[in-house]
């Protein structure tokens, strides 16, 4: 398919101008622009730890969830003297870089939509004071431990941290918004969800959420690995014939507990 084509497709799916506006970047990061796509790389980072990896597979296409360029070129060289010699390097390979970030978490049949879906909720729709969050209903009522549970397992996370200050509430709606959403735990309760789920909580975040009597599960970023998973989906949609290959890399911290002594 012509890269032009792909990429008009996945704009009217998930187009730039809802992306987080001043706070993101979005689209073309590095890399040659191919005329053609026929191999596609998904990852969430292009990074030094992966790029080995994702270029032996030798794509037109190397498609990330996280911008690989998180700014402006002329500000990130600046600062960022290894960014700027991964990045020009990258410039002389025939492989097109191109990053799909909160303009894919907030739209339809993306990153919180997939996440819903995966814990099973009905009635989902976008909170109206978070359009990137997605709400809806548990299969049946919890109390907190079960719901927090649920999640956990629904989600395939390895922890959650759960910032409760609501022990005793019965948890039937639930909303969430995946990887570092936790500034948005407030449009959740006061669109009447019990429990809200992202990441990437901070300590006063969590003594908000406390003292104003709600429920947050912090989850790991790398709940995003779902991203992966629709990506592909979509793009064997548009085209069935493109080899899509996800290298799943994100994985969750050692979390190491106080042993005896």
Known sequence: MKTRTLLTKLGRLY?????????????YMAGQ???????IVLLLDLDEIVFAEALSHKPDLILTHHPFIYGTRAKVFARDEKKKEFALWLDTLPTMVYSIHTNFDEAPNGMNDALAEKLELTNIKPL????????????HSMNLEEATNYVINKLELDYGLLVAGDKDREIKKIAIIGGGGSSSWRAAMIEGYDLYISGDVRHHVRRDVMNAG????DVPHEVENIFLVKMKEVLLSI?????????RHEKPPIVVK????
């Open 15 to 27: 187009p730039k101008r809802i992306a987080l506006k001043n706070k993101d970047y979005v689209g």
């Open 239 to 247: 085209d069935p014939t493109f080899e899509v290959i996800s290298i």
């Open 128 to 139: 109206e004071m978070e359009p990137m969050a997605r709400g809806g209903y548990l299969p």
């Open 258 to 261: 106080r042993g005896k002594k």
């Open 214 to 217: 709600y429920n947050y599960l």
């Open 33 to 39: 622009k191919v005329e053609e796509v026929k191999k």
